[in-house]
């Protein structure tokens, strides 16, 4: 294999010198919950610290390939707080890179259904903030989720 251009000469993508396949190099999807709790400028959103120390996000991953939204929302909210969700509408698409990964992240709103909120894998701290004055959150899809979600409630700021 080696990178050549493919279908946008821009773009070049591992191709096998042999027998000229492209293995295609493409936006890969995740899913992530906006959880939130309140109303208006009262809200507050649910947010967990990465292990890593690279800061707040919020839970979600990538789509496996077999994967359906809502059960991969809920599955990763167990996961990472070990709660059960609601799964609401879709906030946005949001482009974004992971590790150097483009991405792009299907931002869902949704809500604690039961269970309370704790680190559970991936994380080691889970807390609400208020929608008005969350802290620096580390992925740029996050960022500007909740900076739609406070556009949407009326606080452009």
Wanted: charged letters at 25%.
């Amino acid at each position: 294999m080696e990178l050549r251009p493919a279908g946008d000469a821009e773009i070049l993508h591992p191709t096998c010198v042999s027998c000229g396949f492209v293995l295609w190099q493409k936006r890969l999807p995740c899913v992530d919950a906006l959880i939130m709790r309140g109303s208006g400028r009262d809200s507050e959103v649910l947010l967990g610290r990465q292990l890593d120390g690279s800061g707040w996000d919020l839970p979600g991953n990538f789509l496996n390939a077999t994967d359906l939204i809502e059960p991969a929302l809920e599955r990763e909210c167990q996961r990472e707080m070990d709660i059960e969700i609601g799964v609401g509408e879709l906030l946005g698409a949001y482009e974004d890179t992971f590790r150097g990964i483009a991405i792009v992240a299907l931002v869902y709103l949704c809500t604690v259904r039961t269970g309370e909120p704790r680190p559970a894998d991936l994380i080691d701290e889970v807390r609400w903030f208020p929608i008005v004055t969350p802290p620096p959150i580390a992925p740029i899809a996050g960022q500007r989720a909740v900076a739609e979600l406070r556009h949407r409630l009326g606080d452009r700021a």
